[in-house]
């Protein structure tokens, strides 16, 4: 794994109009071969930060720097970063509803020339079987599931090198979750660096390699995912284990009264 990173996001201070601000000085670095979880409450920027890093926010940030493979690209308009490598899942499975699945997946490869276009299909059909059996199949048809991976596979029909996903588990069943999350950890062993804003907080560490924890548009806290996930304050706050463990602690302290 290689250390400088693929993508990285230095000091961004955005602004929604003149006096909304919701990122103040965010630095986020995504290397290659990793999967980097961005968590924090509602509100706190993620979404914000997915759209800055896509060129997808009115203004250009206030300050701050975002570079793809040591190039600044934060002057670039959305399709110029699509072409150089970054691709996006967007929060809420955007599909094209009134085309077929086939058609959808085709909008995602608009930087890539007509000849690449059928192995790019069959390589999503591959990776999302049902997708291939539903490839006639009007989009606003699918199951939320389904249209969680046709989003996805939009996305790759680009042949990204960094794929940023904005709660790709909302509102899904536990079983589609495990499977699309499958589907993104098979993604990075094939060298796709990910980006991940996920409330799933649990979930997200349990997959990635780094977090960063984003409060009121402020890191707050950064690290291997590791560390997260044995930080306190996470613990607390993001995977609810010290209710936990205080509700077995009071279960403990309820036993030790009865036989005292
Ligand atoms: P959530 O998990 O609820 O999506 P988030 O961490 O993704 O939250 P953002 O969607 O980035 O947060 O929003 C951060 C702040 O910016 C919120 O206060 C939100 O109301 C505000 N905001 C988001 N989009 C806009 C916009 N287009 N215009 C004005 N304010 C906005």
Known sequence: MSDAPLLACRNLEVFYGKYL?????VSVDV??????????????????LIRTIMGLIEDQPERGQVTLDGQRIDSWDTGRRVQ????????GREVFAELSV??????????RSA???PEGLERVYSRFPRLGERHKQLAGTLSGGEQQMLVIGRALMSRPRVLLLDEPSLGLAPRVVAEIFAILVELVAEGIALL???QNARLALAHAHQGYVLESGRVVLSGKAQELRDNPDVREFYLGVKQAESVKGFR????????A
Not at 21 to 25: E, F, H, K, N, P
């Open 102 to 111: 086939r058609e959808n997946l085709v909008m995602g490869a608009w930087v």
């Open 84 to 91: 150089h490598g970054l691709a996006c899942v967007p929060e």
């Open 31 to 48: 290397r290659p071969g990793q999967m980097v979880a961005v968590l924090g409450p509602n509100g706190a920027g993620k979404t914000t």
């Open 252 to 259: 403990r302290f309820k036993r030790r009264r009865r036989w």
């Open 21 to 25: 601000q919701v990122l103040r000085g």
């Open 115 to 117: 000849a690449a276009i």
């Open 196 to 198: 991940l804003v996920e």
